[in-house]
């Protein structure tokens, strides 16, 4: 465990009143509260990882005087499940982050967007929501809150086909730009962040910027939630230090026939075994939402790559050619391999298809389906074919 | 504004504009395929979902679609380098391998925009090949959906539901079985569709097309025991030239006579008589209601709106019930031509209703619909029975060998082939209310009017709005094309807050002339005022240009209607209306 360090802050104590850090956040400016959130070096969480405190700047600068905060608690990423468990251990912690981003960026509304799966939440969270108008009623933060339900669509985590979703439109992402911090719900500036982003920024304005940076990595700072399973001894949730190799990682959590790591969920990277020493998890290496998913010697990778393929393919909003027809043909494609009906060499002109669903498709999906598609199929060729 | 460099070469253009626009201004054409602009009536479709204009944009790791990204200062852009060629050939080829390979018996054959783009991509092969999605075929009595060659351009959901706002199509499904249709994937007669047509007008594919009775219509004419009438819309003679190569904006009345004559129709009718038949019905009606409003009567039923357009009145039927009292009775003139010929004009030649069948050349889908509904029936018999499109009739022209560029003009038959120009003018937005207009004056004031253009009524706006002095009365006339902008003044009347004595409504934009019947546009919205051009041209060089001094109306009210509004008129040219809030149901 040298080279991994567990933290704590997620979790960890907050206060003993409630909304405490909240109502002490309100006494403090609106660039108070950014130049906190830009001093820790914050990044999202959701895994794209832009600075959550320009993000709310660019907001704030915004003239609108309406302006929305949306928490997104669309967690669908195959692999990742600890926004769950924050949300049922911690919703204090994100409805205040919330609140304390409305403060910073002048928005009076927010939205927390819940993954359809998670309904049977709802119940308790609306419990929480009460305490917090209460408390925010108490200390007169004009900020409130709305949670609205998924219907179980992944590409509604995508943030603009969310917005779409939260307007009661067909689930699609837009064209960008604009971007959110100028044209996003309701076309109004907005900021949304993911739900672990939000309870970070709770302990940030707890803590200090300070404390905060003392974790990580220059490009990766503070901690981070590790959703861990597959061939794992220790599935389950992990808050880490960020900035650890993969090899240390692969040291704690595997089982010691570990082949390959795939980092960031289906539509992140996989990690072959002789990459674990070179690889970094953050930003600077490869970044992750949180899903870890180890796979041992036991597992084919085919067969890992075909369920994420079956995955995007079902998964794809159907809006632009690259992504709707890209995923199909992506998956046909290495059943047809496998089957012999194909050359291998068929892979190649699959992986060229990938490459152009990279620079074409319209969204953060279509664009990533390549990641998961290339590491696989360059890292385990033979696995795709015999 | 701003400095951009498209393929070396520099164009300022001012913020907003987008890269397709910036690039067209320096001659260079991006392709694009779902993309669709028509300027002149303020509609844009961009989803950026095909992703063929793509291009290469200096300093991003991706590309951009030419017409979803704006300019910004200094950018540089290539719209044809390897990468962008490559990408785009890709990207068409996984189009192509989820669209069914019958061009050859395809509806859309040559005119299809996909097939184009292959074309000018120059796809010789397809390398990705698989499995293809398969959708239920749905046909209604307008409009036929083969889902199979929906490329998910959404056009006709961007038609359907920001221009029209009747919100029958739209996405459904993810993934591969994306596709666009109804709600819960109903058919579209299960549907609050008014069969408006303008899904198919601007659909690339066949995906959308029109129900085609080309053949029955070949089967009627071949029948040496029925006498076959044909009528003609207006609209159609401002087209029909286009699908023989003309400049948009040809007229071709004589030649389309020429034409269906040689068909071997019997009688050659015009649709304009009936228009005219419609302005002495409908005018009367206003008047009527005008002079309660006049003398005090508070329930006067005005604005009173004009029921012409068969989509526009499905579409209060399904949307506005509760307004159906306020349009005019009067049926529209294809119907209005039905029963005129059935009775009178059989009767005049000595066969009976059930030896004439009535075929309509319609620049409408709507009005496939409309002749089948149950109210214009005698005894199952339709009084028109077979409605077909300008495009059809092109069809036809073609099937019968006929060379139409080196027909000799011809006129139509009498009686009900003399028409007006007021007549004429029904055929674009505006034409109708200013037909009545004309008319209205001189019965209301009993002066002659001495000039018969009303400039203040014509025009492409959405929404117009007039005022015509009726000897000291000031008549307000609103005119909406699209549904859409009709809705705008529905929701008025309903708020009580309308200004208007009589409204014109057309369900298409431009009017008739932009039909979901019409040769396609393609995106070329120059073409619509082209066609409008040549009606008001049509209009100014007839002899007679008001409805009530067409000598046969006149002629046809002496010897058989009676007034307008009588009871006989009442039983054959006017109609009534259904409340179809509650119609839809769910299978």
């Not at chain 1, 912690?93 to 403060?103: E, H, Q, T, W």
């Not at chain 1, 900021?191 to 803590?207: D, G, L, P, R, S």
């Not at chain 1, 089957?339 to 990938?354: A, F, N, R």
């Not at chain 2, 520099?10 to 001659?27: N, Q, R």
Request: proline letters at 4%; hydrophobic letters at 35%; aromatic letters at 8%.
């Amino acid at each position: 465990m040298e080279n991994l360090k567990r933290v704590d802050l997620i979790f960890g104590a907050y206060t003993n009143e409630k909304y405490k850090v909240l109502e002490s956040s309100m006494s403090k400016s609106s660039e108070e509260i950014i130049n906190e959130m830009i001093a820790s070096g914050l990044k999202g969480r959701g895994g794209a990882g832009f600075l959550t405190g320009m993000k709310w700047k660019f907001t704030a600068a915004e003239k609108d005087p309406v302006k929305y905060v949306v928490c997104n608690a669309d967690e669908g990423e195959p692999g990742t499940f600890k926004d769950r468990e924050i949300l049922t251990v911690v919703p204090r912690k994100v409805f205040s982050g919330m609140a304390i981003c409305g403060k910073a960026i002048g928005a009076k509304k927010g939205y927390m967007y819940l993954r359809g799966e998670y309904r049977y939440m709802l119940p308790d969270l609306m419990k929480e929501l009460e305490i917090y108008h209460e408390h925010a009623r108490r200390f007169g933060h004009d900020f409130t809150i709305e949670i609205r339900m998924g219907s179980g669509a992944y590409i509604c985590g995508e943030e603009s086909a969310l917005f779409e979703s939260i307007e009661g439109k067909r689930g699609e992402p837009r064209n960008k730009p604009p971007y959110p911090t100028v044209a996003g719900l309701f076309s109004k500036p907005t900021v949304i962040n993911n739900v672990e982003t939000f309870v970070n920024a709770v302990m940030i304005m707890k803590y200090g910027a300070n404390e905060f940076k003392k974790l990580g990595t220059s490009d990766s700072r503070g901690s981070k939630m590790f959703s861990v399973s597959g061939d794992t001894p220790k599935a389950g949730i992990h808050e880490l230090e960020l900035g650890m190799s993969l090899a240390d990682f692969v040291n704690e959590f595997g089982d010691g026939d570990t082949k390959a790591v795939q980092v960031g969920g289906a539509s992140g990277f996989c990690v072959p075994r002789k990459r674990f020493n070179d690889t970094i998890i953050g930003f600077e290496g490869v970044p992750t939402g949180g899903s870890m998913m180890l796979f041992n010697s036991s597992r084919s990778m085919y067969n890992v790559l075909h369920n994420y393929l079956d995955f995007f393919e079902e998964e794809s909003c159907g809006q632009c050619t690259p992504c709707r027809i890209g995923c199909q043909q992506l998956l046909k494609g290495i059943v047809a391999v496998k089957k012999g009906e194909k050359p291998s060499s068929y892979l190649d002109q699959l992986l060229k298809l990938s490459d152009t669903m990279k620079i074409t498709a319209k969204c953060g999906l279509g664009q990533s389906v390549a990641n998961s598609f290339a590491s696989i199929v360059e890292n385990f060729k033979e696995e795709m074919i015999y | 504004m701003l400095k951009v460099t498209i393929d070396n070469k520099t164009v300022e253009v001012a913020p907003g504009t987008s890269i397709l626009d910036a690039a067209a201004k320096v001659g260079i054409q991006i392709p694009t395929l779902c993309y669709l602009n028509l300027h002149d009536l303020n509609i844009e479709n961009k989803p950026a979902g095909c992703r063929i204009c793509v291009v290469e944009v200096e300093g991003r790791r991706n590309l951009a679609p030419a017409c979803a990204t704006d300019c910004a200062d200094g950018m540089k852009i290539n719209t044809h380098s390897i990468r962008v060629l490559n990408t785009r050939k890709t990207v068409m080829e996984l189009i192509l391998s989820d669209h069914p390979f019958d061009c050859l018996v395809c509806a859309k054959s040559g005119k299809c925009d996909l097939q184009k783009m292959a074309q000018d991509l120059g796809i010789r092969e397809i390398r990705y090949q698989g499995e293809q999605s398969h959708y239920r075929e749905d046909t209604s009595p307008a409009i036929i959906r083969d889902v199979d060659k929906c490329i998910m351009c959404r056009r006709c959901e961007m038609m359907c539901n920001e221009v029209q706002t009747v919100g029958v199509l739209s996405g459904v499904n993810r993934g591969f079985e994306a596709v666009v249709a109804p709600a819960f994937e109903m058919n579209l007669d299960h549907s609050e569709c008014t069969y408006c047509g303008q899904c198919v007008a601007v659909c690339p594919t066949a995906a959308l097309t029109e129900v085609d009775h080309t053949y029955k219509v070949i089967e009627a004419l071949a029948d040496p025991t029925k006498v076959v009438v044909v009528q003609t819309a207006p609209a159609v003679r401002a087209a029909l030239g286009e699908e023989f190569g003309l400049e948009p904006g040809t007229l071709v009345t004589g030649k389309m006579v020429a034409a269906l004559r040689q068909l071997g129709f019997n009688y050659v009718f015009d649709t304009d008589f009936a228009a005219d038949l419609t302005i002495m019905e409908e005018g009367t009606e206003l008047l009527t209601r005008l002079n309660k409003y006049l003398a005090g009567d508070t329930n006067a039923n005005l604005p009173i709106l004009t029921s012409c357009c068969p989509g526009w009145v499905n579409f209060f039927e399904h949307h506005f019930p509760e307004l159906k009292d306020i349009p005019s009775t009067a049926r529209s003139p294809q119907q209005m031509f039905g029963p005129i010929a059935k009775n009178y004009f059989a009767d005049k030649i000595g066969i009976k209703r059930e030896d004439m069948i009535v075929v309509s050349i319609m620049p409408c889908l709507a009005k496939k619909y409309e002749c089948s509904r149950e109210e214009f029936k005698v005894n199952g018999d339709p009084d028109v029975n077979y409605s077909v499109s300008t495009r059809e009739l092109a069809n036809l022209i073609k099937l019968a060998n006929i060379d139409f560029h080196n027909l000799d003009e011809d006129d139509f038959d009498q009686p009900l082939g003399e028409s007006t120009g007021a007549g004429v003018i029904f055929g674009t937005t505006g034409g109708v209310i200013e037909a009545a207009v004309r008319t209205a004056y001189e019965v209301h004031t009993g002066k002659t009017l001495e000039k018969v253009d009303f400039e203040q009524l014509r025009g492409m706006e959405g929404v117009r709005s007039a005022s015509v002095d009726f000897n000291g009365l000031e008549l307000k006339i609103g005119i909406a094309h699209g549904l859409g902008n009709a809705r705008k003044l529905l929701e008025e009347i309903k708020a009580g807050t309308s200004q208007y004595h009589a409204i014109e409504i057309m369900a298409c934009p431009g009017g008739c002339i932009g039909g979901g019947g019409q040769p396609l546009h393609h995106g070329d919205s120059s073409i619509l005022k082209a066609r409008a051009q040549a009606l008001y041209r049509e209009d100014a060089g007839k002899a007679i240009r008001k409805s009530h001094e067409n000598p046969f109306i006149k002629e046809l009210y002496e010897k058989f209607l009676g007034k307008p509004n009588s009871h006989k008129a009442h039983e054959l040219l006017h109609t009534h209306y259904f409340d179809k809030s509650n119609q839809i149901t769910i299978e």
